[in-house]
């Protein structure tokens, strides 16, 4: 089974609205990370948000929101008021801290952020 | 600091040579793990490594080997290179939750 499933391939958002991103994960460790990651076409990978499992509050950091819904297993991020510098490829990931510290990634979304 | 820098950046092999690819972080972590992001596709784990003198297998370890002789450095080796090892191939260090990448090595196996 997959442990990261990223279900949209692509998306567009017109500047300046809002735009979600869906993450659900598969995993039986109660103690486990989330992370989003973009990558631009330049090809770095550039972290940009985290979630643990036992945070109460979802994780904001600037315009990155992650919608975290532990029942449901998802983990979106949101992203609020895109700017055309957010045309990126964007991938979730777990880490899970109880069995080997190894980190899963999802197959990622393409973002295109439209003027 | 200069983070986390892996060489070569892009490299051609021929099928059956070997090759080994290099990094190194400067920010005294102990975890490093190596990645390969084929096209279109998310990361996938080949190795990783808690400490000095420690690593272990990720998602697909077969057909590469590393070591970690030194806290700084986890070179990647590539033995008898295959066209299904062509990827691009990215280093990363980790303290707390956050990973620190390196800017990858494109590798093309012909």
């Known amino acids: 089974a997959q442990k990261i499933t990223q279900t949209q391939p692509g998306m567009f958002v017109q500047e300046k609205e809002a735009v979600t991103l869906d993450c659900t994960y598969d995993?039986?460790?109660?103690?486990?990370?989330l992370f989003w990651y973009k990558q631009p076409s330049s090809g770095e990978m550039i972290f940009l948000i985290y979630?643990?499992?036992?945070?109460?509050q979802n994780a904001t950091e600037g315009r990155y929101s992650l919608n975290f819904q532990k029942a449901r297993k998802s983990a979106n991020l949101v992203i609020s008021a895109s700017q055309l510098g957010d045309s990126a490829m964007y991938f979730c990931a777990m880490r899970e801290e109880n069995t080997g510290n190894q980190f899963y990634f999802g197959t990622g979304t393409s973002l295109t952020v439209i003027p | 600091n200069a983070g986390v820098t892996q060489t070569p950046k892009f490299r051609i092999l021929k099928i059956g040579q070997s090759m080994t690819l290099q990094c190194t972080q400067d920010?005294?972590?102990?975890?490093m793990y190596w990645y390969r992001q084929d096209p279109g596709m998310g990361l996938k784990l080949i190795y990783y490594s808690v400490g000095a003198g420690i690593t272990d297998k990720g998602e697909v370890p077969n057909g590469y080997n590393v070591s970690r002789s030194t806290t700084e450095d986890f070179p990647l080796r590539l033995e008898l290179a295959a066209p299904s090892q062509t990827s691009v191939y990215f280093c990363?260090?980790?303290?707390?939750?956050?990973?620190?990448f390196g800017p990858g090595t494109r590798l093309t196996v012909t």
């Open positions: 990363a260090s980790r303290v707390g939750y956050e990973q620190y």
């Open positions: 979630q643990g499992s036992y945070d109460q």
């Open positions: 995993t039986s460790d109660p103690s486990y990370g």
């Open positions: 920010m005294n972590h102990n975890y």
